[in-house]
């Protein structure tokens, strides 16, 4: 019995310890589940955006908000002029004026109509369509659509009266008792829509863009001798079942990146084409924007390489130093400092491209062109990284910094300046791809 008593007695005493013990254990992995977490949270917060925007291409993502910003512009105008030819009705010097003013509003526009409840045209601005007033075009379908459901929308691509193809936008009429009584038109080619919207944020960069609708209509493309093709059934496009499959894919997905094979506009070669996509929207007609950057070989490709092999930084650094290229560049020798260039690319494995920036700030040229900024002023600072790039150049001195690229991707960046005894022309600099 004693010795029970002194168990008892042992556990007793033994159960408060045993406690303390499992409390401290179970703060502790608390603590510990906190720490996983904000860790795990920070990686996360941190890589996120590299994981989402790898494949990301930045020119795109500007053509896009452009693009989207032209159609908020456009719903704007029209719920204005609605409301407008609400007030004064469909026909008259007032309605005239709207549409007029409408008409200004956007230059890529063809014309603008007051149509009637019955698909009528009433009133055309500007006058040199006025011979159009009194046309019946109740059997296009969108103009159906505006007079059953009396909402706005946008139509696709259609041969209209006017003797064209374009993209009709309607916005419905209603009067002061809400009744509707017609609708207002926005009529405008698309291809002049990005016509005059991209050049400002494409040029210099070695990205190429073209629209299509979802039913494969080409609605803009630079080669304009492919705007109108449809994509699907056209026989230019059919020896090329790379373009075929992601033109599907772009169809069928709002956004996306893939890749095909094509020819280069005014050539017969066939590359490689990197494409990224984007969508917009205007009353439920939806556009896809596709960026395009043709992929280039890889550099050094033919040079067997070895532990001992010169890094790209080393090789620049003898590059720059050579008296040839400062001789070159001394005497603007555009031609032959690109195939100094072009050498270098051949026999550098592991590089994207390089490039001269010269001492004012403008990225003059590079190797290969098709991976290179031409004339591109880096004070307009039109992406991110240029300022720290001219802080770089106005350093003069050696320099590594990582950036996104125009066309997509990140790129790591190698900078050396280049003097011509005791002037300063700029900086040369190899871009890889991270």
Not at 129 to 142: P, R
């Amino acid at each position: 019995m004693s010795n029970s008593i002194l168990q008892f007695d042992i556990e007793i005493h033994m159960k408060p310890e045993r406690s303390w013990i499992e409390q401290h254990i179970s703060e502790a992995m608390h603590i510990m589940k906190k720490i996983l977490f904000v860790t795990l949270f920070l990686y996360v917060a941190v890589l996120s955006p590299i994981l989402v925007h790898a494949n990301d291409m930045p020119v795109l993502n500007e053509v896009h908000q452009k693009i989207n910003e032209e159609f908020k512009r456009i719903d704007a105008a029209m719920k204005d002029t609605a409301r407008k030819l609400g007030a004064s009705g469909l026909t008259g010097d007032s309605a005239r004026s709207s549409l007029a003013e409408l008409y200004g509003k956007f230059t890529f526009a063809v014309d603008c109509t007051a149509v009637d409840p019955k698909g009528t045209m009433l009133t055309l601005e500007p006058s040199f369509y006025k011979h159009l007033e009194g046309t019946d075009i109740s059997v296009q379908e969108h103009i159906k659509r505006v007079i059953k459901k009396n909402k706005p929308v946008m139509s696709s691509v259609f041969k209209a009266v006017e003797g064209f193809e374009a993209i009709d936008v309607e916005y419905p009429v209603f009067n002061p008792q809400g009744e509707y009584i017609g609708s207002v038109s926005l009529f405008f080619k698309p291809e002049t829509l990005f016509a005059q919207r991209l050049p400002s944020l494409i040029k210099n960069f070695p990205v190429d863009i073209w629209a299509m609708e979802k039913g494969g209509k080409i609605i803009y493309d630079s080669d304009i001798s492919e705007i109108g093709l449809n994509l699907f059934t056209s026989p230019i496009f059919q020896p090329y079942p790379q373009l075929q499959k992601i033109g599907h894919r772009i169809a069928a997905k709002k956004e996306g990146t893939g890749s095909y094979q094509y020819k280069v506009h005014g050539e017969n070669a066939v590359v490689i084409k990197r494409a990224c996509w984007k969508s917009v929207d205007l009353y439920g007609t939806q556009w896809r924007i596709v960026g395009v950057h043709v992929e280039k070989d890889k550099s050094g490709s033919k040079i067997k390489q070895n532990s001992s092999s010169t890094s790209p930084e080393e090789a620049l650094g003898v590059f720059v130093a050579e008296g040839k290229l400062v001789k070159t560049i001394s005497q603007g020798d555009k031609n032959e400092v690109i195939q100094l260039f072009k050498k270098f690319y051949k026999n550098t494995p592991g590089i994207y491209a390089i490039e001269w920036i010269d001492e004012k700030g403008i990225n003059r040229f590079g190797y290969p062109a098709g991976n290179s900024l031409i004339d591109y002023d880096f004070h307009q600072k039109r992406k991110a990284g240029d300022q720290e790039i001219l802080n770089i150049l106005m350093s003069s001195k050696n320099a590594r910094m990582e950036l996104p690229l125009a066309e997509g991707g990140t790129g790591i960046f190698n900078f050396a300046p280049v003097l011509d005894g005791n002037h300063y022309l700029g900086m040369i600099y190899i871009i890889r791809l991270k």
